[in-house]
């Protein structure tokens, strides 16, 4: 079955950290852009983070800049997003999409969600004292 499976969410205090992990199940994620998206209750989708199939170009919110990390091991067919100095305004199920792309830029599936073929189910993540 191809999918991508989300993991690591949680409950953390403010100023907290957790790692998300996007693993790849059925295909390999070589040739993909991966995005981080969220959502949170009465919100709309917001993109996250993204990274291009190489590893070698980021893009990230404004929201998140400085806090987060993404990062890619395609060896292990897995995406992680490291958030560190969490806040409560991060509370929100978080989602990751792959796009097959010849796109080099992260841009390709930050930019463009619809266009992306697999998003992984969610993982809820709640920044609370």
């Known amino acids: 079955q191809l999918q991508l499976v989300e993991s690591g969410g949680g409950l953390v205090q403010p100023g907290g950290s957790l790692r998300l992990s996007c693993a790849a199940s059925?295909?390999?994620?070589?040739?993909?852009?991966i995005g981080w998206f969220r959502q949170a209750p009465g919100k709309e989708r917001e993109e996250v983070s993204c990274?291009?199939?190489?590893?070698?170009?980021?893009y990230y919110a404004d929201s998140v800049k400085g806090r987060f990390t993404i990062s890619r091991d395609n060896a292990k067919n897995t995406v992680y997003l490291q958030m560190n100095s969490l806040r409560p305004e991060d509370t929100a199920v978080y989602y990751c999409?792959?796009?097959?792309?010849?796109?080099?830029?992260?841009?390709?599936?930050?930019?463009?969600?619809?266009?992306?073929?697999?998003w992984g189910q969610g993982t809820q993540v709640t920044v609370s004292s």
């Open positions: 999409a792959a796009r097959r792309t010849v796109i080099t830029t992260p841009q390709a599936v930050c930019a463009n969600p619809d266009l992306a073929e697999y």
């Open positions: 059925g295909f390999t994620l070589n040739y993909y852009a």
């Open positions: 990274i291009s199939s190489s590893g070698s170009r980021t």
